[in-house]
């Protein structure tokens, strides 16, 4: 059973940090590019950041995404977060044509 199983939101105060987990289970992890998303209300999906199966990190400006495939995890730093990346963050992996969404995890960033 494939599972893709997001962890580490919250609120957080403009400025703040947070790093998202993502847990993955039940396909072969290190084949698969591995990406965030986030869905803001309102607003669609939109990519936050991507690492392809043989990289161990990928910046992103304020967002570094890494990998650990010895883990089966991928995570999202998030730095210097503002209002405006209030959302809900989605794991997501992708091998040619198949594809698989975790839960989702809401991460707020409020004074």
């Known amino acids: 059973q494939v599972q893709l199983v997001e962890s580490g939101g919250g609120l957080v105060q403009p400025g703040g940090s947070l790093r998202l987990s993502c847990a993955a289970s039940?396909?072969?992890?290190?084949?698969?590019?591995m990406s965030w998303y986030r869905q803001a209300p309102g607003k669609e999906r939109e990519l936050v950041a991507r690492?392809?199966?043989a990289d161990t990190d990928s910046m992103e400006g304020r967002f570094t995404i890494s990998r650990d495939n010895a883990k089966n995890t991928v995570y999202l730093q998030m730095n210097s977060l503002k209002p405006e990346d209030t959302a809900v963050y989605y794991c997501?992996?992708?091998?040619?044509?198949?594809?698989?969404w975790g839960q989702g995890t809401q991460v707020t960033v409020s004074s």
């Open positions: 039940g396909f072969t992890f290190s084949s698969y590019v």
């Open positions: 690492i392809p199966s």
């Open positions: 997501n992996a992708r091998y040619l044509w198949r594809t698989y």
